[in-house]
């Protein structure tokens, strides 16, 4: 196996017992996503579990390749891609993610989001089981919100709702070098105009007023976690449970 020997050589010379736990950026490529010194990649491999598809990220090293892999891939309205984070962990594994895309449209607007799938891969560059973490980390909404002229004169001129969804995972500062990394997920989220919300009739508020033509951030969906893996579940789990944000991150 051509794969397992490059991959040991590589981490032998430059990842021995003390690995720093952080992401190294991805650049999307054609054909895969690459660290900027072309050391590794990460490609798609499709399958299939039960009655569903599925997508896995792999790693390869300089000069590999598989006949199996892709770079993109689209189910539906749900399009698939390498995750632009890779982290080399201290027993010559990774983790790397999926970027799993979902749109759509409806009357008077439509919304696009990004969640991302993170796995935990071995020293040969293969996933060991399922994702060990999976959170949103990006969304834009518009939603119409005007349907006459008295609407637009109680909107302010506003007629669309914008929410809109962003998250950082990161390395913790206090990570360590061995096993796996605590994890910070830190998110914002916001609404505009100031005051709507997508579970009411933004039309049954008070009018708005040119104070108002504002993107609020959202107090309850603007936080920040620490996830920590736990061995037994085989997944990461938050310091505290994640409040519902599906307004902001469902489109």
């Known amino acids: 196996m051509i794969l397992?020997?490059?991959l040991s050589a590589l981490l032998q010379a430059g990842t021995a017992s003390s690995v720093d736990a952080q992401f190294q950026p991805l650049k999307l490529g054609d054909d895969d996503a690459c660290t900027a010194d072309g050391r590794w990649c990460v490609v798609l491999v499709e399958g299939r579990q039960g009655d569903e598809n599925t997508v896995r990220p792999v790693v390869l090293a300089a000069?590999?390749?598989r006949t199996d892999a892709t770079r993109a891939v689209s189910y539906g309205q749900e399009s698939y891609q390498p995750w632009r984070g890779l982290m080399p962990l201290a027993d010559g594994g990774f983790l790397a993610g999926v970027d799993v895309g979902a749109s759509a449209m409806y009357s008077g607007g439509g919304g696009q989001?990004?969640?991302?799938?993170l796995y935990r891969l071995d020293a040969a560059g293969d996933a060991t089981g399922g994702p060990v973490l999976t959170v949103?980390?990006?969304?834009?909404?518009?939603?119409?919100?005007?349907?006459?002229e008295k609407d637009m004169g109680q909107?302010?001129?506003?007629?669309?709702d914008e929410y809109s969804f962003e998250a950082k995972l990161t390395a913790a500062p206090d990570a360590g070098s061995g096993g796996m990394p605590t994890l910070i997920y830190a998110t914002t989220a916001t609404a505009y105009?100031?005051?709507?919300s997508r579970s009411k009739d933004?039309?049954?508020n008070p009018p708005l007023k040119p104070a108002d033509l504002v993107a609020a951030r959202d107090p309850t969906c603007s936080f920040e976690r620490r996830f920590t893996f736990d061995t037994a579940?085989?997944?990461y789990q938050p310091d505290r449970p994640l409040p519902d944000c599906s307004d902001y991150t469902v489109p």
Do not use: K, M
């Open 4 to 6: 397992p020997v490059l």
């Open 63 to 65: 000069g590999s390749a």
């Open 113 to 117: 989001s990004s969640t991302v799938a």
């Open 136 to 148: 949103p980390v990006l969304s834009s909404l518009l939603i119409r919100a005007c349907f006459g």
């Open 155 to 160: 909107r302010a001129g506003a007629c669309h």
């Open 193 to 196: 105009p100031r005051g709507v």
């Open 202 to 204: 933004s039309l049954e």
């Open 233 to 235: 579940a085989g997944v």
